[in-house]
């Protein structure tokens, strides 16, 4: 799941993705363009729930890619991204508003 909050004055936007607790056990990273795709920049917090979940600020206007790197080596991707590639989940970080009639 990500949620995506509202972009702010200077350009950013604040992403909190979580991953359910259907997952593995053990540790998952976020990687991506944004971090050089290092797994150690962005660990994910386990929840009291099972779930992980981390949140990260971003330029508001330029697409992330994206994907989860659990323990063990084993990678996998958000259904929630807008879409997905060879090279994992694609974000645009601010929904733009939908067009009115």
Do not use: C
Not at 23 to 37: K, T
């Amino acid at each position: 799941m990500i949620k995506r909050g509202k972009p702010t004055k200077n350009g950013k936007v604040k992403l909190t993705f979580t991953v359910p607790f259907e997952r593995p056990l053990g540790g998952v990273s976020l990687v991506g363009d944004f971090n050089g795709w290092d797994p150690y920049a962005h660990p994910m917090e386990r929840k009291d729930n099972g779930t992980y979940q981390v949140t990260l600020t971003v330029p508001s206007q330029q697409p992330i890619r994206f994907r989860y790197l659990a323990d063990g080596g084993l990678w996998f991707d958000d259904a929630d991204a807008d879409h997905h590639d060879e090279h994992g989940g694609h974000l645009k970080p601010a929904v733009e508003p939908a067009p009115t009639a």
